[in-house]
């Protein structure tokens, strides 16, 4: 049997020390988390607008066009609650105004439970927060071994990282020169972000999405710090296809919240006619044109508020 036990240890002790190499040659290739952690951990305190939210501000807005030390927090799929857990994560000395996009779907989604999940091993991993989830808490056990083995090849031989974002955090592959299927996508968009807001879940996600608004306000609020929620602008066709029940539970709320707190403000630009067709990248994310566009416009809603 102790010869049994020596056999295995020593066929296994090999694997196990390159699986823990693999993990931490995977953990050191640059991406748009570790590079953000690491922007808000040096700079946090010179930040005077932080935008966050999910992929229609990390695609919409490029603060390279903004008069303010502004950076762009936001990741595809990355709810309220996301938000909140990374902004107790800094000190923020010269904070102004923080954005939130309250959108479609913002108050029904939760990334850990989502079709996107598996990002959530990258807040684990880059940003330090906890996960229940035992796959999060390392990159070999996300996503296929071959995946993985290219993703080191295409790094430390060709010398390419996953970094998709500007040096101000803005994701920038949505370009105005890629054509989409805008009325195609719209379909799948929009089934996509419709949800039964009486199922449990919707029940719950809603809850705690609000709950850490309300905490963003607070926080807010004794700061003397401006929050500007916005509704980020989509396609007609995107707008056309959202349930009525949904938007109405979500304005209403917000409704509420900017009624009792004067440091909190909304602009709805879901529907702007400024955007048209030639500004979008797909049905509900605006591209690069669109996002210096937006950008500017955000920038003067700013200045509006702050007077």
Not at 48 to 70: C, D, M, R, T
Not at 99 to 121: C, F, H, Q, T
Not at 264 to 271: D, I, K, T, V
Request: glycine share 2%.
């Amino acid at each position: 049997m102790k010869k049994l036990v020596i056999k295995i240890l020593l066929f296994t002790f090999p694997i196990i020390i390159c699986l823990g190499l693999i993990e931490f040659f995977l953990r050191n290739i640059p991406n748009d988390y570790s590079y953000k952690a690491d922007y808000l951990k040096n700079k946090a305190s010179k930040i005077e607008v932080l935008y966050l939210g999910s992929s229609h501000i990390y695609f919409g807005v490029n603060p390279e066009y903004s008069q303010y030390k502004a950076f762009n927090a936001a990741m595809t799929s990355q709810d309220i609650t996301l938000d909140w857990k990374l902004f107790n994560k800094y000190k923020w000395d010269n904070l102004k105004t923080i954005v939130i996009p309250i959108d479609y779907i913002s108050l029904y989604s939760k990334l850990e439970n989502g079709i996107e999940a598996w990002r959530m091993k990258n807040y684990v991993l880059y940003y330090d927060l906890k996960s229940r989830n035992i796959t999060n808490n390392a990159e070999i056990l996300n996503g296929r071994f071959s995946d993985n083995i290219n993703r080191l090849n295409k790094y430390y031989i060709y010398k390419k990282y996953d970094i998709d974002c500007n040096e101000l955090g803005f994701g920038t592959t949505y370009k105005h020169a890629i054509k989409k299927d805008i009325k195609n996508d719209a379909i799948k968009a929009s089934e996509r972000h419709s949800v039964d807001i009486k199922s449990k879940h919707s029940i719950q996600y809603y809850k705690e999405n609000t709950e850490a608004i309300k905490n963003f306000i607070s926080y807010a609020k004794e700061k003397k710090i401006n929050i500007l929620f916005v509704s980020t602008p989509v396609t007609k066709y995107y707008l056309n296809l959202t349930k009525n029940e949904q938007l109405y539970s979500t304005f209403s709320f917000l409704k509420k919240q900017i009624e009792n707190n004067t440091n909190c403000h909304y602009f709805n630009l879901m529907n702007d006619p400024e955007f048209s067709e030639g500004y979008f990248y797909d049905a509900d994310h605006l591209n690069d044109l669109g996002a210096k566009k937006f950008t500017i416009k955000i920038d003067n809603l700013i200045q509006k508020i702050s007077n």
